[in-house]
């Protein structure tokens, strides 16, 4: 089954370089036709990645993804020519997952396209994970562990699903960071830290101490 990309780009000539370039590299491509209904569009198409331009008639692209991730999680990736550290910053605090600066290496962009489809979880299939009597609910985005229920936020639910997938092992910091944010460069060592703290803060008040185990120079486990 061919993994489907929506363009949301104003420059026809670039949407069509585009469209070109991925079908010929297997995907199924939409490029946005009406930019007043692109978040219908984009819901319509139902894709699993989507390419943003920032400066757009209407809605602007950092309007677009906010919008985007309040019913989904889908990669994004900004691929623009504003190309400012504070434009970079934005699209990173608003929930983009990557940014590409026109014009663009066609084999960087493709690359970082199928890294992030390989590394967009949870499949469909698996919907909770239990591990030592503690169940993570993807769909909910919830732990449960002795009919007690604490929420997690998404980015707390990408660690939790990087920690249940390879529950037992030790997973290193570095490798969970490349897992959720895919650029090392995007984050310190010190969010990471917080996320894990706050994570524990939650599992405490349902009863679970020291579920996650801290691997002295080595990393976190269960």
Known sequence: ???KIFIVEDDFTIQAQLKTLLSGNGYEVFAVTDFSQTIQQIKAFVPHLVILDIKLPGSNGFEICSEIRTFSD?????VTSSNTDMDELNSIMLGG???ITK???TAILLAKIAALLKRHTPS??????TWNGVTLHLESSLIEYKEQKVELTKNELKIM???FKNAGKICSRNDIVDFLWDNQLYVDDNTLSVNVTRIRDKLAQIGLIDFIKTKHRQGYTL
């Not at 889908?74 to 900004?78: A, R, T």
């Not at 469909?124 to 994970?129: C, L, R, T, V, W």
């Open 1 to 3: 089954m061919k993994k």
């Open 103 to 105: 014009p663009y290496n």
């Open 161 to 163: 699903y990087y920690l």
């Open 97 to 99: 997952d990557a940014f």
């Open 74 to 78: 889908i990669p994004i990736v900004f």
């Open 124 to 129: 469909p299939q698996a919907e909770y994970f």
